[in-house]
């Protein structure tokens, strides 16, 4: 349901035995962010650059950055097919900016650009403009308690149509969806490791140490 708790406020780190490792694909974007995120969030975050560095994590954050360049990587390097068959497994997965794109099971405009899909969105790219017209908002979010997020959207995608309604909208700007959830998958417009309010972050890691699996 858009409505359940997804977490309260950020918890404090704790690093204790039994902490999720939760990997940062670490090909290209804002990866050192993340791990800080994680790690404020209590999480044993790692770098994820190869299959059996994938093949670890209990759950998986596709950084922002460039979605074509971050698609081709993962290809190149041989990481497509095998992080599609763990997110079929049951893999969790937090997406930002770059990983929302990469998420979307098509875009409305390159179709030519690799993705992992997973997510029933037809999804834009650079949809606010270019950097000049980057900006910071108050962002409501469905399940996310402790008022509005502080977010900032960075040549940010947002979904066009939502395919399937097995997708949750969590959160909207001008109806458009900016924050969607379907299963065990999460993904955001916008750059939530760059603003210090970790409470997504948090309901990610909060996900994974609900859903722990085999790799």
């Known amino acids: 349901m858009p409505g359940e708790r997804l977490v309260g ?42 299959t059996e560095q994938l093949a670890q994590v209990d759950g998986l954050v596709l950084p ?21 068959d763990r997110i079929g497994a049951g893999l969790p997965v937090f997406g930002t900016c770059a990983g929302m794109i990469l998420l979307s099971d098509e875009l409305d405009q390159d179709r030519t650009q690799p993705l992992i899909g997973g997510i029933a969105v037809r999804t834009r790219r650079n949809a606010y403009g270019r950097q000049v017209d980057s900006f910071d908002t108050h962002l409501e979010v469905a399940g996310i308690e402790g008022g509005p997020m502080d977010v900032s959207f960075i040549r940010a995608p947002r979904v066009q149509q939502v395919l399937d309604d097995r997708v949750e909208v969590l959160a909207s700007i001008e109806d458009h969806p900016v924050v969607v959830r379907q299963g065990h998958l999460l993904a955001a417009a916008f750059h939530p490791e760059v603003t210090g309010d970790d409470r997504l972050h948090a309901a990610f890691v909060a996900a994974v140490e609900r859903s722990r699996i085999p790799a």
């Open 9 to 50: 406020r950020a918890p404090e780190p704790t690093h204790a035995d039994g902490a999720p490792t939760i990997g940062v694909l670490a090909l290209q974007g804002d990866v050192l962010e993340h791990l800080r995120a994680l790690r404020r969030c209590g999480a044993n975050a790692v770098e994820v650059r190869t």
């Open 64 to 84: 922002g950055g460039e979605s074509t360049t971050i698609g081709k990587l993962l290809e190149r390097f041989e990481l497509m097919q095998p992080l599609r």
